[in-house]
């Protein structure tokens, strides 16, 4: 498949995911592009590392410290809480297929691979959050020393 659609597929869902997660939870109106911008940046960060070869849980990192930071980069220029952009901006990050292929496969009572993918799940989660702090220590760290 040709990158430039391949790139263009990635681009549209993950726009679409992650607004359509923030209308669900009710984000205002004038917030919803802001989303999409911070959670497709996140998620192409993740698609262009993990398909570089660095692993699931550097690239789930990178995207969330690229997600988070322009949650807090659009909370500062529309004049809003971080969280509305933050946590829609998550959305595409959620290792969902892995989480379920971990209860699914201990259903079906083959527990090595169950502990395996719940050892996958936990890491990507920790990446994730890891991330997050990340941005927001860089962002306190640039206020403070702003301000000096």
């Known amino acids: 498949?040709?990158?430039?659609?391949?790139?263009?597929?990635?681009?549209?869902?993950?726009?679409?995911?992650?607004?359509?997660f923030a209308i669900i939870i009710n984000n205002p109106r004038k917030a919803l592009f802001a989303c999409g911008i911070a959670g497709t940046a996140g998620w192409l960060?993740?698609?262009?590392?993990?398909?570089?070869?660095?692993?699931?849980?550097?690239?789930?990192f990178a995207a969330a410290f690229i997600a988070g930071f322009l949650g807090l980069v659009f909370a500062r220029k529309k004049k809003m809480p971080a969280i509305l952009f933050n946590i829609p901006a998550l959305v595409p990050l959620v290792p969902g297929v892995t989480a379920y292929e971990?209860?699914?496969?201990?259903?079906?009572?083959?527990?090595?691979?169950?502990?395996q993918s719940f050892i996958i799940v936990?890491?990507?989660?920790?990446?994730?959050?890891?991330?997050?702090?990340?941005?927001?220590?860089?962002?306190d760290l640039y206020l403070k020393i702003k301000k000096i």
């Open 1 to 20: 498949m040709n990158i430039y659609l391949q790139i263009l597929i990635q681009v549209l869902f993950s726009f679409s995911a992650t607004v359509g």
């Open 45 to 60: 960060v993740y698609w262009s590392l993990y398909n570089l070869s660095l692993g699931k849980i550097f690239s789930n």
């Open 102 to 115: 971990a209860v699914r496969t201990m259903v079906i009572g083959n527990i090595d691979k169950a502990i």
């Open 122 to 139: 936990s890491l990507v989660t920790g990446a994730i959050a890891m991330g997050y702090m990340f941005a927001q220590l860089i962002n």
